[in-house]
């Protein structure tokens, strides 16, 4: 019998690896970002078209790589990051595997021109699937332009997994932030197709967040500053009011690398307790470092999962740091004792230069008992005419005067009593429901009561009722009179831009206005007690939210979307007309049993169940 292991040649090896590296567009981005980054570039330049299925290219000046280095660079393992075992707990650098070029040249068409700094001129290496189809000399500038096209090209069903070019292009602008943001002595730009989405000028961290993320944060951000031997704390967090019921603006940065770690998120969350509205999450930018040796990046070919000696210590630090910058700037309750204690040893102002004890002034002619210093009182005509009004009340009644008015009690007493009566009993022959902590809604049904959740009962009711306007294709808009402005993020504006039509469909009318900002026209017609610029920004932070726990079209989502955001929420008081109509609304739903996602909106209780709880 023949043997059947074999060598796998390098080009299917090389697939094989890119399943690990390259997963979509935004991971070949983040790539060859980093290798830029590593050239010790001070300018970068990414261009995507068609959301970089079609091309990627990063310019950048660094230091450039000669023919041998840069036909190299393409070979699998081959690194200039590290040359022994040793320098894997060290490393400063973003790269260090050696398997990003060669995994993205397995599985695309790539041409990369580089110069070193003092070379008259540069090469210029074209590969096709790991093959290199030419290696010539040409002029170019200083540094590197690689550029990677058609990608997934010999990969067809990796390919056909890729999002539509919308959701690719946020997932593009998710890595670029992650790299621009803790680099703000590096001048980034990022095109895609014929539109320049960022330009960022070198500036200070604080700079960089609010052109990223838009001139509004300048005024949201908290500064967070802590020096230990064990790590360097720096960076903003968000202040509570802005706070977001989403999870995306959260970033860690570990010697200037993007990470994921839910421990140090709770640290920090932990730290708004109290302060943080219910359901929200606390945002923030926040930039650690620590000495490599005590940290392992060497877990996942992403590098976002590190493992840290004192996880602990790190922990305690943070949630420390971010408390102590919500107490300097009034957020939260401050605990520092000795600037307390300022406040009640002020140091006493001299007067002319020169300390004076208090003197207490008397004056020894003062007679309270002179009667010529008193003058002659005389009431006014209203204080007389209060006054005969007083003596009145305490003057007896004759004895028909008190049998007329206790009779009179007695007629309205009893036609009180009547009334109640007449009212309970024209109540019976209608639904009654009770309200219970202005959460929950009681009504009686024949073999018990049943007990309704008002709020998950009318996103219910919204949800439904905003696929019934998807399904017959007609809405309502009701024109603003005065059109708001609203400005969002980078990442935010591209999937509104992207929902706009169902967003349209559904009655808002909203124009787009130079970068980043849309105007709105107009809101659907049973929103029009609603804060226009709040209820689109709700529905993009509901539709995020859903993106991460459900799996569900446009249409549904947007549905749910707005069903969150406008429903009747727990605590809030409702008259029993209100009740009534929200049960008969209910019932006509065609799924009443549950919200959109899932929950119960109905429970019921049997008369048998109580018998049984009393009888015990």
Not at 186 to 206: D, P, Q, V, Y
Not at 423 to 439: D, G, I
Request: proline fraction near 4%.
């Amino acid at each position: 019998m023949s043997d059947i292991i074999h060598l796998l040649p390098d080009s299917v090896a090389n697939q094989i690896a890119a399943g690990e590296v390259v997963q979509r567009p935004a991971s070949a981005v983040k790539e060859l970002m980093e290798n830029a980054l590593d050239a010790g570039s001070t300018i970068i330049k990414l261009i995507v078209k068609d959301a970089g299925k079609t091309l990627i290219q990063v310019i950048d000046n660094g230091c450039g790589m000669s023919e041998t280095d840069a036909r190299m660079s393409f070979e699998r393992h081959a690194t200039s990051k590290i040359r022994k075992a040793d320098d894997l707990f060290a490393i400063r650098t973003m790269g260090f595997r050696g398997e990003a070029l060669a995994s993205v040249a397995a599985i695309a068409q790539v041409e990369l021109k580089t110069k070193r700094i003092g070379d008259e001129t540069g090469v210029k290496i074209e590969i096709e699937g790991s093959c290199i189809k030419s290696q010539e000399a040409c002029i170019c500038s200083d540094g590197s332009s690689i550029s990677v096209k058609n990608l997934f090209y010999n990969v067809p069903a990796r390919r056909n997994f890729l999002k539509s070019d919308s959701v690719e292009l946020r997932h593009i602008i998710d890595e670029f932030q992650r790299v621009s943001i803790p680099n703000p002595n590096i001048a980034f730009s990022l095109h895609h197709n014929t539109t320049e989405i960022f330009h960022l000028e070198i500036g200070s961290l604080k700079q960089r967040l609010t052109a990223v993320f838009g001139s509004s944060y300048n005024s949201r951000l908290v500064p967070v500053e802590e020096n230990t031997g064990l790590v360097k704390i720096k960076g903003f967090v968000i202040k509570p009011e802005f706070a977001k019921k989403t999870r995306g603006e959260q970033f860690f940065f570990l010697n200037k690398r993007f990470i994921k770690n839910a421990y140090l998120h709770h640290a920090v969350q932990s730290a708004f307790e109290e302060v943080l509205p219910k359901d929200s999450f606390a945002s923030y930018f926040l930039l650690l470092d620590v000495d490599p040796k005590t940290i392992d990046i060497n877990i996942h070919p992403t590098k976002t999962e590190v493992k840290f000696e004192d996880e602990k210590a790190i922990y305690a630090f943070l949630r420390s740091a971010v408390k102590k910058s919500l107490g300097q700037f009034n957020i939260a309750p401050s605990i520092d004792f000795n600037q307390e204690a300022h406040l009640y040893n002020m140091p006493l102002k001299p007067v002319d230069g020169i300390f004076k004890q208090p003197v207490i002034k008397v004056d020894p002619d003062y007679n309270p008992f002179k009667t010529d210093t008193v003058p002659s009182y005389k009431p006014s005509e209203r204080e007389l005419s209060n006054r005969s009004n007083w003596e009145k009340m305490y003057s007896r009644h004759t004895d028909n005067q008190l049998e007329i008015e206790i009779k009179k009690n007695e007629e309205d007493t009893q036609q009180t009593i009547h009334t109640d009566w007449d009212n309970v009993l024209h109540e019976s022959n209608k639904k009654v429901a009770y309200q219970l902590h202005n959460k929950y809604i009681l009504s009686h049904i024949k073999t018990g009561f049943m007990v309704i959740d008002q709020q998950g009962a009318h996103e219910r009711i919204l949800y439904e009722r905003v696929l019934d306007t998807f399904e017959k294709h007609k809405s309502a808009t009701q024109q603003e009179l005065f059109p708001k402005t609203i400005e969002l993020n980078t990442v935010d504006f591209a999937l509104v831009k992207e929902l706009q039509p169902e967003i349209k469909e559904i009655g808002f009318d909203i124009r787009e206005f130079g970068k980043n900002t849309y105007i709105i026209h107009g809101v659907p017609a049973d929103t029009v007690n609603y804060d226009s610029a709040a209820l689109l920004e709700g529905l993009i932070e509901n539709y995020k939210q859903n993106l991460q726990e459900l799996k569900s079209n446009k249409r549904e989502n947007i549905a749910r979307s707005m069903a969150r955001n406008m429903c009747i929420k727990s605590g809030k008081a409702l008259s029993h007309e209100e009740m009534n109509n929200l049960i008969d609304e209910l019932f006509a739903c065609k799924m009443p049993y549950s919200t959109p996602s899932g929950k119960l909106t109905i429970t019921t209780f049997s008369s048998e169940e109580l018998d049984k709880r009393f009888k015990k």
